[in-house]
């Protein structure tokens, strides 16, 4: 199986840092970018030839097994591939109640209506999308212009609470 392409560009920087700059500037440019050049040598399917159903498989009793703990007296009633590589599309009735929920390939993780299409760990039954929301919304508190604000205690608290209002 061919080396993934991540691994060509990490052994070319290696092998450019050692090298002597000046001397070897074309040859590790030439290097670099031989992947992109010739792609098939960097992955190990053919584009048409990759069929992740090969590798990865799932029936409907593991899928049982698997939701089994998030979802209690589940019915597993269609298991095949999503139209999305990497996810497996599970047909599920909950007591007459119908539904798609999506399981990734490495059976950890799912979307469904009931997580309302986020994506939640099956082992910690968190929300990955509500973590990353949370890191991408988080406020630096030293950011937060304060001239205008009411100051109610101690100006020089060790702790700060900032409270936003709207008047309207």
């Not at 010739?38 to 009793?61: I, R, V, W, Y």
């Not at 599920?92 to 059976?107: E, N, S, T, W």
């Not at 100051?151 to 936003?164: M, Q, R, T």
Request: contains cysteine.
């Amino acid at each position: 199986m061919p080396w993934p392409k991540a691994f060509y560009h990490i052994m070319i920087s290696a092998i450019c840092a050692i090298l002597h700059p000046m001397r070897t500037t074309l040859i590790c440019l030439t290097l670099l970018f031989l992947p992109l050049v010739f792609p098939g040598e960097a992955f190990p399917f053919a584009k048409s030839d990759q069929n992740c159903s090969t590798c990865h498989t799932l029936n409907a009793e593991e899928a049982k097994t698997i939701l089994q703990d998030l979802i209690p007296n589940v019915k597993v009633i269609l298991v095949q591939p999503a139209p999305i590589t990497g996810l497996w599309e599970i047909g599920i009735d909950m007591g007459g109640r119908k539904a798609i929920v999506y399981l990734d390939y490495a059976k950890k993780n799912i979307i469904s209506p009931a997580t309302r299409g986020e994506v939640v760990s099956i082992k910690t039954r968190s929300s990955l999308t509500q973590d990353t929301f949370q890191k991408i919304n988080k406020v630096d508190p030293s950011q937060v212009d304060l001239k205008n604000a009411l100051l109610f205690g101690d100006k020089n608290a060790k702790h700060k609470i900032i409270v936003f209002d709207d008047p309207d």
